[in-house]
């Protein structure tokens, strides 16, 4: 059923997957596709399985078997994406990244790799596939393929990272073996890298993406050149540096599909979170800014992004931590993450979730001191009524929750009327 | 009053970059801060593809890897080098080893396809590729009292006869989900399938490395108590986790 309806979209198919960021710039690229206008078939609410696609198509779908829309852009989980991409057979798929995620649940990074690369090579000339530069492993998988690969990365002078984040693996050349060098490094293993042994390098990249201005946790800017070509200036409504290369890997999928810039603009300049991504609540008088963690790069870039502008954390901050199944049972994770960096600073930590403890333990190790480290009740609501007890009336705090810790704190807010609920959005 | 210059440690961490998933870095960290806490000056160093051990090391850690970096450690630590890391051991220098680097402290690994990797046999331990993962919390009763860690591993291994194990598994799978087993232990040297990270959140066992570390520097070891309250905290959270989901 999926394959037929799918078969019948005018404009065809977009998958997008990676580790982070796909929900973000599947909404992205939906967006541009709408002030087409297109009508565009999208599994909204994060349900990338197999299940949740055809949920999102059968939603659409009429009776006599149209599929509702021109375009679909389709949100791939990282297990899911072969038999998505032998089903829905995609004019374009998008890898945007691999990172170490939930190891319980999938495995090791290069076995999702392996997996990927038998589906690559399947497809024919018919197929772009779009693929960020910058991830050395994205790249080794997709090399030498009969579809056509585009790639896209950034050249950035401003936001780059002096060491590997440990959160990162080693990045190493799939030719000869040696160490991957790096001309400049952007997030975690991202950036330019070279093999100082055989010579292999970051491919050449149509879609280039620089000058990359941040605003906080508000939004950014930045330029991306599209081959020779003059840069076009874009605004983006979303924070972050990871959102950068959310809104790079957007536009090159846009201007693959033939979407003017002015649209991709328009689009990323109206856009906003997706919910509980990063999201901005007034509650009982306090300014609470959430942003979600769920796993060790992601964090890295949240704090990176966080601590910015003063190098420590300058408003109080709760991290929720739980370990059901979508946030990963395992939180070894969190001894990935370089909390180091918050030894530094003045603001109060506050830890909650089913693993709060775990979490409190681990900023004593990296370093904080401990008449900064706040245990709050394991249990949601209670922790974030003890956290908004602590942060005075009129004060911003910071609230850092995992998956599964983002949807109840969400409920909790909805059901007390501070924000919507997420079926409403 | 003595002006005693402080003591110090060398930790010496295997592969460190190549053999790194599940947080086990954690555990470099545990032993680092507590014994920094202690006022003892601490170094660290990353012992490499074709880089000798040093022989002054006081205190080893070894984790986990991917498949394809555990093949290329394996063929590393062969020779002279694995001679090397059991002479250190033999003269009382502590270890931790997890998943993949416990493995490979036994005979040997037989995966599924594939020649079987050799092992430094320093414990009388053998492990193959088994049919399915065993993930998830553990508790174990250990000589250290209960310990808290996370399992996620398809290998096997099993002790040979009089090999001490790590302890008893009172949740969760161990060493090969059938004889009760989990780890192993030969000398100071301990192996086994805890994540978590494993050492922060059981101080007992940390401070009991960082002992034999001292012992072995300084043929005595004296560890004042520091407060352990996140430690316990940590612990007990772990458990009741353990006990309400497997």
Redesign the interface.
Same mark, same amino acid.
Request: zero cysteines; a negative charge; hydrophobic letters at 30%.
């Given at each position: 059923m999926l394959t037929k309806l799918t078969a019948r979209l005018e404009q065809g198919a977009v998958i997008v997957a990676g580790t982070n960021g796909k929900t973000t710039t599947t909404r992205m690229i939906a967006d541009v596709f709408e002030l087409v206008p297109w009508r565009v078939v999208h599994n909204r609410s994060g349900s990338n399985l197999v299940r949740g696609v055809i949920a999102a198509f059968v939603q659409r779908a009429s009776l006599t078997g149209c599929p509702g829309g021109e375009i679909a852009v389709i949100e791939a989980d990282e297990a899911a994406l072969p038999e998505l991409v032998r089903r829905v057979r995609p004019r374009i798929i998008l890898l945007n990244n691999l990172f170490?995620d939930q +190891?319980?649940r999938y495995?090791? +990074?290069?076995t999702i790799g392996k997996t990927w690369r038998g589906v690559l090579k399947d497809l024919d000339a018919g197929t772009t596939v779009i693929v960020n530069g910058d991830d050395p492993a994205l790249v080794a998988i997709s090399d030498s393929l009969a579809a056509k690969r585009v790639c896209f990365g950034l050249d950035e002078t401003t936001h780059r990272l002096d060491v590997l984040p440990?959160a990162a693996?080693?990045a190493v050349c799939r030719v000869c073996?040696a160490d991957l060098a790096y001309h400049a490094l952007y997030v975690s293993h991202l950036g330019d890298w070279y093999c100082p042994n055989c010579g292999r390098k970051r491919p050449e990249l149509t879609y280039t993406g620089s000058n990359i201005q941040l605003y906080g946790v508000e939004s950014l800017a930045l330029d991306i050149s599209e081959g020779e070509g003059h840069s076009h200036h874009l605004t983006v409504g979303v924070p972050g540096l990871y959102n950068a290369y959310n809104a790079l890997a957007a536009a090159s999928v846009a201007r693959e599909v033939g979407v003017p810039w002015e649209l991709i603009g328009q689009a990323f300049d109206a856009f906003r979170s997706a919910f509980g991504r990063i999201e901005r609540v007034q509650y009982k008088g306090r300014d609470l800014t959430l942003a979600l963690v769920k796993n060790p790069t992601g964090f890295n870039e949240v704090l990176r992004m966080l601590t910015a502008e003063t190098g420590g954390l300058a408003l109080p901050t709760m991290i929720a931590i739980n370990?059901l199944d979508a946030d990963g049972?395992?939180?070894?994770?969190?001894?990935?993450v370089d909390f180091e960096l918050l030894a530094r600073g003045k603001g109060d930590l506050y830890t909650t979730g089913?693993?709060?403890?775990?979490m409190?333990?681990?900023l004593?190790?990296?370093?904080v001191a +401990?008449d900064r480290?706040h245990?709050l009740p394991?249990e949601l609501p209670a922790g974030l009524d003890a956290f908004v007890e602590a942060v005075p009336e009129g004060y911003a705090a910071y609230i850092l929750p995992s998956y599964t810790a983002m949807l109840a704190l969400r409920k909790t807010l909805a059901d007390r009327g501070a924000v919507d609920a997420f079926w409403e959005q | 009053m003595t002006t005693e210059s402080p003591r110090c440690l060398v930790v010496g961490w295997l592969y460190g970059?190549?053999m790194?998933?599940?947080?086990?870095?954690?555990n470099v960290?545990?032993i680092a801060?507590r014994a920094r806490w202690r006022d003892i000056d601490v170094e660290i160093r990353e012992i490499g593809f074709g880089e000798s051990i040093p022989d002054d090391v006081d205190i080893f850690f070894w984790g986990g890897g %991917?498949? %394809?970096e555990q093949v290329?450690v394996s063929h590393d630590m062969q020779g002279e080098k694995a001679e090397q890391l059991r002479t250190s051991i033999e003269n009382g220098a502590a270890m931790l080893a997890v998943c993949g680097g416990y493995q490979l402290l036994g005979h040997e690994y037989r995966p599924h396809n594939g020649e079987p990797l050799r092992g430094i046999g320093l414990f009388d331990a053998t492990s193959m590729a088994g049919p399915e993962?065993f993930?998830?919390?553990v508790v174990v009763n250990s000589r250290w009292g209960i310990l808290v860690g996370?399992e996620?591993h398809s290998g096997l291994t099993w002790l040979g006869e009089g090999v001490e194990p790590l302890g008893k598994i009172q949740v969760g799978c161990g060493n090969n989900g059938q004889d009760g087993t989990e780890g192993a232990i030969y000398r100071n040297a301990i192996g086994c399938y805890l994540?978590?990270?494993l050492l922060?959140?059981n101080p007992a066992l940390t401070d009991w490395l960082v002992e034999m570390g001292l012992r072995h520097r300084y043929g005595s070891a004296d560890l004042p108590a520091i407060?352990d309250d996140?430690?316990r905290?940590?612990h007990?959270?772990?458990m009741q986790?353990a006990f309400t989901?497997r």
């Open positions: 170490r +190891l319980d495995g090791e +990074l290069d440990h693996d080693a073996g370990d049972r395992d939180v070894s994770w969190l001894w990935d089913l693993r709060g403890p775990d409190a333990n681990r004593k190790y990296a370093g +401990l480290i245990s394991n | 970059t190549k790194n998933i599940y947080g086990d870095r954690g960290l545990a801060q %991917q498949d %394809q290329a993962r993930i998830g919390n996370f996620n994540h978590g990270a922060p959140k407060d996140l430690e905290r940590a007990e959270t772990a986790r989901t």
